[in-house]
T-cell receptor, first 112, second 110 residues
Framework: KAGVTQTPRYLIKTRGQQVTLSCSPI?????VSWYQQTPGQGLQFLFE???????NKGNFPGRFSGRQFSNSRSEMNVSTLELGDSALYLC???????????FGPGTRLTVL | KQEVTQIPAALSVPEGENLVLNCSFT??????LQWFRQDPGKGLTSLLL?????REQTSGRLNASLDKSSGRSTLYIAASQPGDSATYLC?????????FGKGTSLLVTP
């Protein structure tokens, strides 16, 4: 069974641009969560989607948004990029809520 | 707000030693606790998940325990190997999101 895939793996953007990251969960998994990982703050929760509905959102500004499609694939979008948005963005899927979370390899975003 | 702390932040041991990583959390109202491993520049690999009603879980050389009332979990690694070198993260699911500790960076030297 294929694992969680994230595209692209690496991304370089400049301040003010916007970016879209994609996550394909493990087949059959309906829950997708997004996390931001930085050296200073560690792993911080961004959002959780279940059956196309956003269930929870972390403490991030409105520039961070996401969605989930009917096939459970998810995208997150960051608008008006700032230098501080440079991070590893990780996506995780689970078969249902409160289940084992399986993480993808992440997308490394660098904002110049 | 759930706060998760991991001690020590870094650990270096010779190959073959048994070791214990510690995780503490402030709110005992949890659904489960999960231990992950992260290799440099990579995603997270799930090692063990302990439901709130369980006391421990075992997988191979790994054993994780959970004491919900005291807000503590430990990850025991038996007979450590150089391939165990990685950062180990503890995450608590309180029903809203996974709350992660900052991790313990483990180095096992040959």
């Amino acid at each position: 069974k294929a694992g969680v895939t994230q595209t692209p793996r690496y991304l370089i953007k400049t301040r003010g641009q916007q970016v879209t990251l994609s996550c394909s969960p493990i087949s059959g998994h309906r829950s997708v969560s997004w996390y931001q990982q930085t050296p200073g703050q560690g792993l911080q929760f961004l959002f959780e989607y279940f059956s196309e509905t956003q269930r929870n959102k972390g403490n991030f500004p409105g520039r961070f948004s996401g969605r989930q499609f009917s096939n459970s694939r998810s995208e997150m979008n960051v608008s008006t990029l700032e230098l501080g948005d440079s991070a590893l963005y990780l996506c995780a899927s689970s078969i249902d809520l409160q289940g084992v979370q399986f993480f993808g390899p992440g997308t490394r975003l660098t904002v110049l | 707000k759930q706060e998760v702390t991991q001690i020590p932040a870094a650990l270096s041991v010779p190959e073959g030693e048994n070791l214990v990583l510690n995780c503490s959390f402030t709110d005992s109202a949890i659904y489960n606790l999960q231990w992950f491993r992260q290799d440099p520049g990579k995603g997270l690999t799930s090692l063990l998940l302990i439901q709130s009603s369980q006391r421990e879980q075992t997988s191979g050389r790994l054993n994780a325990s959970l004491d919900k009332s005291s807000g503590r979990s430990t990850l025991y690694i038996a007979a450590s190997q150089p391939g165990d070198s990685a950062t180990y993260l503890c995450a608590v699911d309180s029903g809203y999101a996974l709350n992660f500790g900052k991790g313990t960076s483990l180095l096992v030297t040959p």
